[in-house]
């Protein structure tokens, strides 16, 4: 599932094209998730925005068309008229330049909904979402009672969004791997939370540096890859060997999510 490397990459190559572009016709999937795609007829593109994994593209009128990519949604650019041959369509915005927004999405895991601009109450994941990971007043401290109140694993703890904003299964098994700790660990001390967080903004930033990571289906706006599965030392490398100290690496599932790490390096 797209983390925030990957969103933030989405965001960064909407920001040139979509602000001040206004939507003369739009039409979606029947389905519920994708139904309010047409509500924003009519409507300007003001901004682009990103809250953790969540696209906030913001309107004139005041409003934000929240996009979820869930696991295999892409946006992209396309001709004045939409591709309503391809399966996979799921939502389109016809513009005022003559090119079509679409979201395409195979799995038809990802979502779309309007809100009131910041009025994220129907949204319960975004609602709770932790600090951006390069807020300022997010200091070690802070990160350190945010996980201190919970007595999930820390792994787990990542991927709820509340410590945090962004983290997803590849980020947290890198950061955890490069600040050396176990995945199943509940107490951290505040020198080791602050280390993993220090570790938790580095990966995210080699992701952001690779236009983020393609396993299989993510692609960008341009309909690209990301480059950053080249350069990961942890997720995905279960049974090769620690790039650290050799030891093999190993991998189970935590609260339902494939984890992988180093038995020598990361010990409880």
Request: glycine share 10%.
């Amino acid at each position: 599932m797209p983390e925030l490397p990957e969103v933030e990459t989405v965001r960064r190559q909407l920001e040139p094209r979509l602000p001040g572009r206004t939507v003369v016709e739009a039409g979606s999937h029947p389905s519920a998730k994708f139904t309010p795609a047409t509500e924003v007829t009519d409507a300007t593109f003001a901004s682009m925005g990103r809250r953790g994994k969540f696209l906030l593209l913001s309107t004139t009128d005041d409003r934000e068309l929240v996009v979820h990519l869930g696991m295999t949604g892409q946006l992209r650019f396309g001709g004045p008229d939409p591709q309503l041959d391809d399966p996979y369509l799921r939502a389109w915005w016809r513009l005022d330049d003559r090119t079509t927004l679409e979201f395409a999405d195979v799995r038809r895991f990802g979502r779309l909904r309007v809100v009131p601009a910041g009025d994220y109450r129907t949204i319960p994941t975004l609602a709770v979402a932790g600090p951006e990971p390069w807020d300022p007043e997010l200091t070690g401290r802070r990160f350190h009672a945010a996980v201190k109140a919970s007595k999930r694993a820390i792994k787990t703890q990542l991927l709820s969004q509340r410590p945090v904003a962004g983290v997803g299964n590849i980020y947290a098994d890198e950061a955890l791997w490069a600040a050396e700790i176990n995945p199943k660990v509940t107490r951290l001390g505040e020198d080791r939370a602050a280390r993993l967080l220090d570790e938790v903004r580095a990966a995210l930033e080699r992701g952001l540096d690779g236009g983020g990571t393609t396993l299989r289906d993510y692609r960008n706006v341009e309909g690209g890859t990301g480059e950053n599965q080249h350069r990961l030392a942890a997720y995905g490398r279960a049974g090769l060997p620690c790039l650290r100290c050799g030891t093999v690496l190993t991998s189970e599932v935590i609260d339902a999510r494939t984890t992988t790490w180093c038995p020598a390096c990361q010990r409880r």
